[in-house]
């Protein structure tokens, strides 16, 4: 639980049914935020939420925190129903699956020439480029997000910086010949927001895909997503997570269709309009 949380406890005849318990992140890009992890609440039945939300979001407010975000099991939807009818709408999907048994066989790709290979050094320039891909289709409609989008030159030397990290799968997909996407495997405990209570054992994770407008559809991503989990498997983890924008219609549309499976939402609510 983060430092300074605050919340409140719902007592029954019998003792406590339920806790909420948020917290404030530093960063700019959530707004005058608080924040309910995995582990900040416990309900013996869903309704008793909102009558917890009411009492601790007074404090909230009045602290000016106005942006407020919580992780709710995906698979509780009598959970999820109460935070919907608290004004909330579904922002963010944390997914896992298991890793393939053996060796995926290669993607169908649907067009001739898509291949996946470990990026070498030379392939820094392309990465770059893809580095920009991911927060600009999330900065437009319908995703709006505020993260931050850095420069080309920030991107080179992050990557000139970060390339020989160990414990990186840093993987390019071909088109024709030339790298038209990527994406980064590692293991799970690397995301600041896969929390511990929604963390699987020994889980890789697939944390970073992009494909180049002009080459998406043709089996790219499928590729990519397939050669990470190849190489979680490779590395021992028995599970790979990852997780999506609701709102990015792409990347909720295909690692869906790679077999992961919702486990946490995270849901949202700015208030005052
Ligand atoms: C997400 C992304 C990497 C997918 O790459 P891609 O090369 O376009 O994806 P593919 O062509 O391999 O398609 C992957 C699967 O998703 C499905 N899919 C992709 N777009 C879809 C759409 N618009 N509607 C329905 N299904 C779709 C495909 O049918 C395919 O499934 P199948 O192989 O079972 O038929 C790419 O769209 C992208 O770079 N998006 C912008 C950045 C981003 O969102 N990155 C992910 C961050 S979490």
Avoid at 136 to 156: D, K, M, N, W, Y
Wanted: hydrophobic share 40%; with cysteine; glycine share 12%.
């Amino acid at each position: 639980m983060q430092d300074g949380a605050t919340g409140a406890v719902a007592v029954g005849d019998d003792g406590l049914t339920g806790f909420l318990l948020g917290g404030s992140k530093a960063s700019g890009t959530w707004g005058e935020n608080i924040w309910v992890e995995g582990a900040g609440q416990a309900v013996t039945d869903a309704e008793t939420v909102r009558d917890l939300y009411a009492a601790a979001a007074t404090r909230w407010a009045a602290d000016g925190r106005d942006a407020h975000y919580v992780l709710v099991p995906a698979y509780d939807t009598a959970l999820v129903d109460a935070w919907f009818r608290l004004g909330f709408g579904q922002q963010h999907v944390h997914a896992v699956r298991e890793v393939p048994e053996s060796s995926s066989s290669p993607a169908p790709a649907k067009a001739d020439g898509v291949s996946v290979r470990t990026a070498r050094r030379e392939d820094i320039p392309v990465l770059a480029e893809l580095d920009l891909v991911l927060p600009r289709h999330q900065g437009l409609s319908p995703v709006f997000s505020s993260g931050g989008i850095p420069t080309l030159q920030e991107a080179t030397e992050d990557w000139e910086e970060s390339f020989d990290d160990e414990g990186f799968a840093y993987l390019v997909a071909e088109h024709e010949g030339r790298v038209v996407g990527a994406a980064v495997g590692c293991v799970l405990e690397k995301s600041s927001s896969h929390t511990p209570l929604t963390r699987p054992d020994k889980a890789g994770f697939l944390g970073f895909a992009a494909v180049l407008p002009g080459a998406r559809g043709l089996g790219a991503g499928r590729a990519l997503g397939e050669a990470v989990l190849d190489w979680t498997r490779d590395e021992g983890f028995t599970s790979a997570a990852t997780d999506w924008r609701a709102t990015n219609l792409l990347s909720s549309r295909t690692w869906p269709r790679l077999g992961f499976r919702p486990t946490f939402l995270r849901l949202h609510r700015r208030l005052g309009h």
